[in-house]
């Protein structure tokens, strides 16, 4: 058991875009959230314990909304998210109130995985194949000379919404399938002429061409990761948060892309044609709501 890989899902966002906690927002059939389908397809797939990190005010509300049902396939813990969570020496700049980034998240859980682990947004719909696809890989991957890590790249169109414009993380793998390169392109939709552009600065960047993997941060690590984070949270709080220091944050795409240009690590890009979908806008709801019940017969009815 101890050897089986974990999941971890970051869920201490703020979803300011949505207005409110969609991460247990109800949008299923039945009453189900977004993240009870990850929870069972990431159970079908082989996951066996779930760590969730939260705000610890959220703790109540998420263990009546999700801890309670995840109980029933998965060993829950949680780990907390908070300001003052930090390596020995660091403090938050004064006035800071937005969390300090995906990447903090993960190292707050850091105490607690001592296995490969997958790590997850929680309002996203990442679909059975991706979980799947990450299991097999965690299950195997041993790090060697190299950090063996990997992530699972989404084709562009499969990420997008019809009520506005998303961000995303465009993925170039080079020969052998390994990350070489995430850009992150702000401000990507379909165009009138049925392309996707995204935009650069306010004005046109250019086309994404259809099949570009994209991040959708679900990645995997082995142990070290989580070592590795402690150094690199040192690095953001004295190179680039004092630059803004109320809203500057650390993300794992860059701390994976710091330990690929130092040679430590790669990230072997693993490929899903699953759709993605969550609630990035509050006009998405009716979409996704439509898209899950499409999905009825693949779950239980009480999940």
Known sequence: MKNIPALVVMAAG???RYGGLKQIDPLGPN???ILDYSIYDAYRAGFSRVIFIIKPEL???FEQSVGQKARRYMQVEYAYQTLDNLPDGLTAPSGRVKPLGTGHAVWCAGGQLDVPFAVINADDFYGADAF???FDFLSCTVDDDKYRYCMVGYQVENTLTDNGSVSRG???ADAQGYLSSIVERTAIARQADGRIHFEENGVDGGMIPEGTPVSMNLWGFTPSFCSELTGMLRSFFSETLPKNPEKAEFYLPSAV???IVQGKATARLLTTSARWFGVTYQADK???QAALAALSDQYPADL
């Open 59 to 61: 703790t109540e509300a």
């Open 286 to 288: 009716p979409t996704v």
């Open 14 to 16: 703020m979803g300011s």
């Open 257 to 259: 892309d710091a330990l």
């Open 170 to 172: 465009v993925c170039t």
């Open 31 to 33: 009453g189900q959230i």
């Open 132 to 134: 799947q696809k990450m």
